[in-house]
Structures are given as structure tokens and as C-alpha cells.
Antibody, heavy 115, light 113 residues
Framework: VHLVESGGGLVQPGGSLRLSCAASGFTFSDYWIHWVRQAPGKGLVWVSHITNNGDITSYADSVKGRFTISRDNTRNTLYLQMNSLKDEDTAVYYC?????????WGQGTLVTVSS | DIVMTQSPDSLAVSLGERVTINCKSSQSVLYGSNNRNHLTWYQQKPGQPPKMLIYWASTRESGVPDRFSGSGSGTDFTLTISSLQAEDVAVYYCQQYSTSPYTFGQGSKLEIK
């Protein structure tokens, strides 16, 4: 099982970024997938999830209305569109498979929001 | 939202000693459709992503040493390390996987005394 995030980087406040997560080694379309973030030196914060066929999504209040999760099961890829970014969105963003709990984690991609 | 509160925030324990970390949820994490407590424990070592140790409150993930165990039901849960090893130095998190948002505890940092 591999989950590889990409798309992180430096962005100004108010800007946008799209993260991707490429999955391999398992049947992607069978699993819910989540985004979890971790600000530097801080704890884990659950961000969003999407069901296996993409029909249901949910978000943390802190990102609701600004972030959109989506998936392409034909490409085994998960996305997180992040708009109206704030300083407090600075974090490593992890793509995580959901099964019982969050059982497989990517290495994460760093998003830095700063002017 | 379900609030997850861990205790202690940090602890230092001697090698070979028993470690206990507690996690309390603000409401039950018993999931009605399968009658299981959807409480998960993770271990995070410096510079690494978290690793799932225990799910459904007490089921050990494949490959996790049997010195790690989970217990509890409803709103009160415990992670126990029966005999602390040097490689167990990490931050431990609990998470409820019952109801979105799937909230984490604040973490408990474990060090060697």
C-alpha cells in the first residue's frame, strides 16, 4: 500500500492550492480516504473525508466552505482543493486510508501559507 | 463535535516499566451498526507519519508488538504498554472514528526516565 501526496508549497494568504494523493497497492475504489494535517510541532487534526464512491464528503469546521475533497477512482487519485488559504492552514497534509481506523498514511506534503 | 481528551500530556517512564495513557471522549463512540467502539490509537515517532496501533478500542493492528494493548468502552479508553522499550518513545494519539468530524486527542508524549 502506497499513498503519495504532492502539490504542497508556499502560497500567500488568500491564495489557492490543490493537493493530490496517488494511491497504489490496493483497490482504491473500495476505501474511504481522509486528509489529516499537522502544523509544525503540533498535534494531528482531521480535515476531511470522502467515501469510496465519492457520494459523501465531510469537513472540519475550520476548512468548511474553503476546502473541497474529491477523488478519481479511474486514476486512483485523491484531491484536496484549498481556497482562501490562511496562515493557520500551514501544516503537513497527510493522505490516509480509512479502514477500522486510519490504517495507512502517506509521508505528507508541506503547505506553507505566508506573505 | 466529539471532544477527545488524553491524559497525561507527557510522561517519563523507566525501561521495562508499564505505561498507561488515557483517552476520554465527550460522548460515546460506540458505533451502532457494528456495536464496536470506534476508538483508534496511533503512534508517531519524530519525522514520521503516524502509525495505527489499535482499532475498535482493543484490536491490535497486524505487526504491532503484543506489549501494546487497548481497553475501554463507551467514553473511557486506555492504551497500555506492558514493558516499555526504547523504541516506544513517541507521541501517542487517540481518535474517535464514530462520527464526523473524526476528532483526535491532543497527544501524549512518552519519554524514557
Amino acid at each position: 500500500v502506497h499513498l503519495v501526496e504532492s502539490g504542497g508549497g508556499l502560497v500567500q494568504p488568500g491564495g489557492s492550492l490543490r493537493l493530490s494523493c496517488a494511491a497504489s497497492g490496493f483497490t482504491f475504489s473500495d476505501y474511504w480516504i481522509h486528509w489529516v494535517r499537522q502544523a509544525p510541532g503540533k498535534g494531528l487534526v482531521w480535515v476531511s473525508h470522502i467515501t469510496n464512491n465519492g457520494d459523501i464528503t465531510s469537513y472540519a469546521d475550520s476548512v468548511k466552505g474553503r476546502f473541497t475533497i474529491s477523488r478519481d477512482n479511474t486514476r486512483n487519485t485523491l484531491y484536496l482543493q484549498m481556497n482562501s488559504l490562511k496562515d493557520e492552514d500551514t501544516a503537513v497534509y497527510y493522505c490516509v486510508r480509512g479502514a477500522g481506523g486510519l490504517d495507512k498514511w502517506g509521508q505528507g506534503t508541506l503547505v506553507t501559507v505566508s506573505s | 463535535d466529539i471532544v477527545m481528551t488524553q491524559s497525561p500530556d507527557s510522561l517519563a517512564v523507566s525501561l521495562g516499566e508499564r505505561v498507561t495513557i488515557n483517552c476520554k471522549s465527550s460522548q460515546s463512540v460506540l458505533y451502532g451498526s457494528n456495536n464496536r467502539n470506534h476508538l483508534t490509537w496511533y503512534q508517531q515517532k519524530p519525522g514520521q507519519p503516524p502509525k495505527m496501533l489499535i482499532y475498535w478500542a482493543s484490536t491490535r493492528e497486524s505487526g504491532v508488538p503484543d506489549r501494546f494493548s487497548g481497553s475501554g468502552s463507551g467514553t473511557d479508553f486506555t492504551l497500555t504498554i506492558s514493558s516499555l522499550q526504547a523504541e516506544d518513545v513517541a507521541v501517542y494519539y487517540c481518535q474517535q472514528y464514530s462520527t464526523s468530524p473524526y476528532t483526535f486527542g491532543q497527544g501524549s508524549k512518552l519519554e524514557i526516565k
